[in-house]
């Protein structure tokens, strides 16, 4: 018994072995795996059939059953019903009292095999020794219960203790050798694939794969051979090698501390590093990450080199685009700021001086305009190299747009008056490098530069010194170009307050502090004779302010044609509201209009609405122009005022005599009126100058027709001088000042009966 004990075990030996064997063979082909595996199942059962224990005639036993119902656990159903067939078929072949009994326990023992097949692939049960120990035990008892119950045979020792002990610990023996074959199939399966997925992977990735170890040693190279050019040399000559043996000595000291820093870490490290691969010279980036096991007893990281040259390439061409001027090369705006933030850094910590130059080309408009934008290029390109000829270590230029240049001098002194002489020096030569001859194609050009220079060793921010070197700049240009100017707090100061005052004239219009003042004018006997609307700012602070403190800051703040429009508006009411007044019905109202006003393309259509709007009559609106006002866009402001004088609007020439003058002017220019500028009244009578052009106004008036008003008039003896010479009107503080409507409106009422008879009965010029 014990000999056909080991015999069973030689057998199942054998069929694990051929199993295994034939589970490579049809790796991936179910079918015929089972098929051959059934056969062998099959027929290591007859085999088995064919030595058993005879307990009677035609009565045997052996390992079969074990066989089948591993066949039908393992095999799959295929293969145990094979099997199965095979051993029934023979069993009932060899007939004898056992035939039918034997042939019934195998069915019953593969209707066992595939229920517990089933319920472990759906983890009902666990496939562990001892269940497997408790299924050999089942089929063999039901085996002997049948045996025992369908052939009549008596229960021997030899029987029992074969089919209770024997066999189930065969088939216990048999059922963890399928299984280990079972796992380890399985596993070499799982390790394919996830083979497979990994060299999917490294061919889907643009990168070096590597894997080195703690020496630097070349341990696999990974990567698929069309990312192998990447290499520094022949993968095959790599392998093996120490990056010592292979890389400048410099570069593999660096990349094998990498490679030490990576195997102390946890996580994955980088670095940026170059190589000269063939003749490029490239750029990587390296990340590497420590494996968990050693290879070949040392540690190892696995490292993925990514080539970015291309990237650093576009990198550069950024930075260049972001950092540099297109036209002259030089750092643009952004880079002098950052050079200007590192120097205050530098200064603020040593306390040394360094200065910032702003340099703006004199009448660079004029040139470009004259000479067109291609010389003005090459005259901005030959600057850009005249400038950066003072570029140092400590010193830089750059090109601010424009015109305007910066120049950076740093680390100057610790002493303001030695940094200030410093710089000094330093703008004057570059004013001397500046008025130097240009060539612009054939022609020669000369210009100059104005500089505002500003000191710094504090902390003021990049943007604020800018400012300060700009307001010194201007300051510069408006002290006759081609010179320098340091900044003085001064120069922040008249901004700040500009700044504020056009913030307070926006806040007075919103708020309404804005009047209009009315001076009375009068003719050669005393008659009024019109008034000039006059804009007057009542400050909250300050007062009463007049149009010399903030007509200025407005334009600048973009606020005048709002305060004009606002002032026409008002003096068309107060027009409209002495309508029905006696005296004041028929006095004309002169209002002031500026340039930007009059350069509006519905200008005139603008004053017809006012007009419409409040009700004045047009006729008594006189609006004044100065001659600047003119010059800009002659056409256009003739086609408004004729426009309008079709309504009965007119126009007078303010302070006639101080501009551009010119004849021409008066000949195209619907007219009806020119004022005499206060400077010539003003030097009367002493200046016999302003009385000789005084003369000319009012002798060239009365050519072209036009009425002549003197404004200004302070003493008897102007008035007296005025009249005498021609002038037929007046306007000054000798007679009244500029005042609100309603004082005016009783002056008028004020004046001797017949005067105001008469100016009610048409004093008008005209
Ligand atoms: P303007 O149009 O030539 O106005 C005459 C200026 O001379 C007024 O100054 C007036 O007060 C002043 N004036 C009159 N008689 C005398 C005198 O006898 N002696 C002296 N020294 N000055 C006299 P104001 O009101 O300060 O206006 C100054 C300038 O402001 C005006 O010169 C005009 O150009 C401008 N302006 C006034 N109101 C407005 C306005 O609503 N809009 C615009 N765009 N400009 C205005
Ligand atoms: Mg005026
Ligand atoms: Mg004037």
């Known amino acids: 018994m014990v000999l056909h004990f080991f015999q069973s075990i030689t057998l199942i030996l054998a069929l694990c072995w051929l199993q295994s064997v034939n589970t490579r063979f049809w790796r991936g082909r179910s079918v015929p795996a089972q098929v051959t595996s059934g056969l062998l199942f099959g027929a290591t059962a007859i085999v088995n059939m064919l030595d058993p224990i005879w307990l009677a005639p035609g009565v045997f036993i052996d390992a079969r059953l074990a066989v089948l119902g591993m066949a039908c656990v393992f095999g799959g159903p295929l293969a145990g019903c094979l099997a199965v067939s095979m051993a029934v078929a023979y069993r009932l072949e060899l007939g004898g009292a056992g035939a039918v009994p034997g042939a019934a326990g195998m069915l019953i023992t593969a209707l066992l095999g595939f229920a517990y097949r089933h319920a472990l692939s759906r983890h009902w049960v666990r496939g562990g020794a001892p269940q497997m120990l408790g299924f050999g035990f089942l089929i063999h008892l039901l085996a002997l219960f ?38 380890r199939s399985q596993a070499n399966s799982a390790l394919e694939e996830s083979e497979a997925r990994m060299r999917a992977i490294t061919h889907a990735i643009p990168d070096l794969l590597l894997v080195l170890d703690e020496d630097g040693r070349y341990l696999d190279i990974v990567s698929p051979v069309q990312h192998r050019h990447l290499l520094y040399d022949d993968a095959a000559r790599l392998q093996g090698r120490r990056m010592h043996d292979v890389l400048p000595t410099a570069k593999a000291d660096r990349l094998l501390a990498f490679v030490r820093q990576s195997l102390l870490s946890r996580t994955p490290e980088a670095i940026e590093y170059t190589l000269d691969i063939g003749a490029t010279h490239r750029t990587f980036e390296g990340r590497a990450q420590a494996l968990d096991i050693n290879l070949d007893g040392r540690k190892a990281v696995v490292m993925v080199a990514r080539d970015i040259t291309a990237h650093k390439a576009a990198e550069a061409e950024i930075m260049q685009l972001a950092f540099f001027d297109p036209l002259t090369g030089l750092p643009n705006r952004r880079r002098l700021i950052d050079r200007l933030t590192q120097m205050q850094a530098r200064s603020a910590q040593d ?38 000829s003072f570029t140092r270590e400590t010193h830089s230029v750059a ?19 030695q940094a200030h002489s410093a710089a000094s020096l330093v703008a004057g030569q570059l004013l001397e490098a500046l008025r130097a001859p240009y060539q612009l194609g054939p022609n020669v050009q000369f210009s100059s530069g104005s500089i505002g220079i500003v000191l710094f060793n504090e902390t003021f921010s990049a943007n604020e010194l800018l400012q300060q070197a700009d307001l010194a700049m201007y300051a510069a240009k408006d002290a006759g170009k ?12 008249a901004v700040n307050s500009r700044l504020r005052l056009e913030e307070e004239i926006r ?28 804009v007057r700012w009542q400050h909250p602070e300050h007062g009463l302010m007049i149009p010399g403190h903030f007509i200025g800051a407005a334009e600048q703040a973009g606020l005048l044609q709002q305060l004009d429009h606002w002032v026409l508006v008002e003096a068309c009411h107060q027009l409209a509201a002495w309508s029905g007044h006696p005296v004041m019905g028929s006095v004309p109202v002169s209002v002031n209009i500026s340039a930007v006003q009059l350069h509006q393309g519905d200008f005139s259509t603008q004053v017809m609405g006012v007009l419409a709007e409040t009700g004045a009559p047009a006729n008594l609106l006189m609006l004044e122009l100065t001659e600047s006002v003119l010059v ?7 086609a408004h005022m004729e426009a309008l004088r079709v309504h009965g609007v007119r126009f007078a020439l303010d302070d006639f005599g101080t501009g551009y003058s010119s004849l021409s002017y008066l000949q195209q220019l619907p ?17 016999t100058g302003s009385l000789v052009i005084i003369r000319a106004i009012t002798a060239l008036a009365e ?42 409106t009783t002056l008028a009422t004020t004046l001797p009966r017949n005067e105001r008879h008469a100016a009610a009965s048409g004093i008008r010029r005209r």
């Open 146 to 183: 049948l045996l025992l119950v369908l052939s009549g045979l008596a229960p021997v020792s030899v029987l029992i203790l074969s089919m209770t002990l024997m066999l189930p610990v065969v088939t216990l023996m048999l059922a963890l050798l399928l299984q280990d074959l079972q796992q």
């Open 351 to 388: 306390g040394t001086f360094s200065a910032l130059l702003c340099i703006d080309l004199d009448d660079f408009k004029k040139i470009n305009d004259l000479r067109g934008s291609a010389a003005g290029d090459q005259m901005l390109q030959q600057v850009a190299c005249r400038l950066e």
């Open 399 to 417: 090109r601010m747009g424009g015109d305007k240049f910066a120049v950076l001098l740093s680390g100057l002194s610790t002493v303001r008056e």
């Open 482 to 493: 081609n010179t320098w100017y340091f900044f003085v707090p001064a120069f922040q100061e």
């Open 507 to 534: 806040q007075g219009l919103l708020r309404g502090e804005f009047h209009v003042h009315y001076q009375p004018q009068f003719d050669e006997r005393g008659h009024l004779a019109g008034a000039e609307a006059l």
């Open 632 to 638: 800009r866009d002659m056409a256009l402001a003739i």
């Open 671 to 687: 007219l009806d009126e020119l004022k005499i500028d206060q400077s010539f009244v003003r030097s009367l009578p002493a200046d």
């Open 703 to 744: 050519s072209f027709g036009f009425d002549v008003i003197a404004e200004g008039v302070e003493t008897d003896a102007q008035h007296t001088l005025l009249a005498s010479n021609g002038c037929r009107y007046f306007q000054g503080y000798l007679f009244a000042q500029p005042m609100p409507a309603q004082a005016l």
